[in-house]
């Protein structure tokens, strides 16, 4: 498969916005190119734009070479850039599965690409035949998400695995979860049509800091550097990140797989649950009768949550975040009283 035939051929031949203090290596010198105040405010200069310093650590944490790795604003800016570098506007498509992440369609219709929506089974399982029966000549981007929003569940790595090595297009991984999950990444699995999306927004604690992540080949990571914005990581962003980075998020995640068997638990033995979803994610999907009723019932003891009861194949369903033990306590005791 060639990577660069399947990309829009205006994005193979764009030349990126450069900078001058691309040109110049140097760390301290007199900058006198970008037209910044030179008054150190502590935020005067503009931000690397290839954030050198977060990718170098990103790749000690993750074990993949800086070249293989793109950090955008939240996982949404990868998943618009992947549109943009491989789907002509009005011309090709993509598939998902359904139900999934809502964000891979708002960036398929910005985009003016048609997304095409596998419906997973019952038990949230996937049938790699149905998937590519949608599959056509102009379908350049397959969306899996595993562990699945909102349905929590993996798909096998054998599956992931067949559908990358028999896809003549980009598969889109979104492991946003993974962290919660026994299942190994695909990260390092070495596909060059492999795009590996992680975040920072779930296991890593930073979701107000909007930090998402890529992984694939460095010609892909190469291709969305060139057509970001330039500056899409703040000064502040890039250097918190790199403090918060050294603190490992291990003991949390251990805690909120803990309870989330816990809490799972709880609410399979109550007369409400008609079923809880088994979870590799730091969420529970939970169905109930009534589901409606239950939700406001929360919100009015203050406890949000996501009624995903409309969503097709979500009948019925309330997804519930695992919170601190306290929060977890407080949910189940409201859900008993029901
Ligand atoms: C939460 C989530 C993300 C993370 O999005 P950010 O923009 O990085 O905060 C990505 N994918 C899925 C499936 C999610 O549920």
Redesign the pocket.
């Known amino acids: 498969m060639n990577i660069a035939e399947l990309m829009r051929e205006n994005i193979r031949n764009l030349a990126p916005y450069s900078t001058a203090r691309d040109e110049y290596g140097g760390e301290i010198g007199i900058y006198l190119d970008a037209n910044e105040n030179p008054y150190d405010t502590g935020y005067n200069r503009y931000p690397d734009p290839h954030h050198r310093h977060l990718r170098a650590r990103l790749a000690q944490i993750k074990g993949v070479p800086a070249e293989h790795i793109f950090i955008?604003?939240?996982?949404?800016?990868p998943?618009d850039l992947v549109f943009r570098v491989f789907c002509r506007p009005g011309v090709d498509n993509a598939v998902s599965i359904s139900p999934?992440?809502g964000?891979y369609r708002v960036a398929a219709a910005t985009n003016d690409v048609q997304m095409r929506e596998v419906a997973l089974e019952a038990d949230f399982s996937l049938d790699t035949e149905k998937l590519f029966a949608r599959v056509d000549d102009h379908t350049k981007l397959l969306f899996i998400?595993s562990p699945?929003?909102?349905t929590g569940n993996s798909f096998a790595r054998a599956q992931l695995e067949r559908i990358i090595r028999d896809f003549r297009g980009i598969v889109v991984l979104?492991e946003?979860?993974i962290d919660f999950s026994e299942q190994k990444s695909l990260l390092d699995a070495g596909y060059e049509n492999l795009v590996v999306?992680q975040?920072?927004?779930?296991a890593w604690g930073m979701?107000g800091l909007?930090?998402?992540?890529a992984f694939s080949s460095p010609l892909i990571i190469a291709t969305l550097n060139r057509i970001k914005y330039p500056y899409n990581i703040n000064v502040v962003t890039q250097n918190l990140v790199l403090e918060l980075l050294d603190k490992s998020p291990r003991a949390q995640i251990e805690q909120i797989v803990h309870e989330r068997a816990r809490v799972a638990e709880a609410l399979s033995s109550l007369e409400l649950v008609r079923h809880v979803y088994a979870s590799d994610?730091n969420f529970l999907l939970v169905r109930v009768d009534h589901p409606r009723d239950v939700y406001a019932a929360l919100i009015r003891e203050g406890v949000i949550v996501r009624d995903r009861s409309s969503i097709a194949g979500c009948e019925g369903c309330l997804r519930v975040t695992i919170g601190t033990p306290e929060e977890n306590k407080r949910l189940i005791e409201i859900m008993t009283e029901l």
Not at 72 to 77: T, V, Y
Not at 210 to 213: A, N, P, Q, V, Y
Request: aromatic residues 8%; contains cysteine; glycine residues 10%.
């Open positions: 955008g604003n939240g996982s949404d800016e998943i999934t992440y964000m998400c699945n929003n909102p979104d946003a979860y999306l975040t920072l927004s779930k979701a909007r930090l998402g992540l994610a």
